[in-house]
């Protein structure tokens, strides 16, 4: 009887040493903040570019001179008002069409820019990651294009409204197809 219980004793040991001796899981370093600043956009005879920039923080990584180290950039676009994290509607880039630009400040200032080939009302973002973690969204812009073919109209940039969440910001065609335009007369 008494190996018996030595039995039950050593299994109910080795099962708390498992337990206790587990390791607590290093947290994943993710951006802590990022957000669409400005974009405008260009019509040519078939397709539009859509530019911005975007800004991304992360304490420890973004404050130091020069690209935070790790941090992955991509742009894209998706119907409108829906989620870009999830939604099969959003096109990505995958760090083909977004560049670093600039510090400003903690934060790190990317430029990027999509083409759009096709009419519809779109949204578009930036999405962040550091070292291939799971990507943070920023607010989206919203482009509604009624045309590929450009008009001449003045020159506006339109700067993206809100700093969190998925703020909208409405660009008319028909307001900022004029760099291609502009472009052409000069």
């Known amino acids: 009887m008494k190996s018996a219980y030595s039995i039950i004793y050593l299994c109910i040991g080795l099962l708390f040493f498992t337990i206790s001796s587990t390791a607590t899981p290093t947290p994943t370093p993710r951006p802590d903040s990022c957000f669409l600043e400005t974009s405008y956009m260009s019509g040519h005879t078939g397709w539009i570019t859509c530019c911005a920039t975007g800004r991304v923080f992360s304490e420890g990584i973004t404050e130091s001179p020069g690209q935070g180290e790790g941090i992955a950039c991509d742009i894209g676009y998706g119907s409108q008002d829906t989620d870009p994290a999830t939604h099969p509607s959003w096109q990505w880039h995958n760090g083909n069409a977004a560049d670093y630009m600039e510090d400003f400040e903690e934060y790190d200032r990317w430029i990027g820019g999509i083409v759009v080939y096709e009419t519809g009302t779109f949204d578009f973002c ?9 990507w943070i969204y920023t607010n989206c812009g919203t482009a509604e294009i009624t045309s590929l073919t450009p008009t001449p109209t003045p020159e506006v940039p339109i700067p993206a409204t809100g700093t969190t969440g998925l703020g909208i910001l409405i660009i008319t065609i028909s307001a900022l197809l004029s760099m291609g335009a502009s472009q052409k007369r000069k």
């Open 126 to 134: 930036f999405r962040f990651s550091i070292s291939e973690t799971p």
